[in-house]
């Protein structure tokens, strides 16, 4: 998975990030997004929780914490690219 955009399911949310590095306990993800629904629709929060720092380049997720680990949608991670580079991808 090292490398791979995945998304984690977690009891309090859904994260999407760069998978930096994974060991028996954790997963190290680059740029961490938290997945939103707004009123405008589904998106992606600048950050993952309510009081961290906004744009966060990384953060560590205990296993004993995500229920499931899973290849993220397409467009999804074409939106994830784009907020996390600035880059935008057709």
Known sequence: MKGDVVTLVTHVGEVIGRVVEENSDSI?????????????????????????????TGAIFYKGSIVAVVATAPELESAWQQQTSGIILQ
């Open 28 to 56: 190290e993800l680059a740029d961490p997004r938290l997945f939103v629904n707004q009123e405008s629709g589904a998106g992606l929060a600048p950050g993952i929780c309510m009081t961290g720092i906004k744009d966060p």
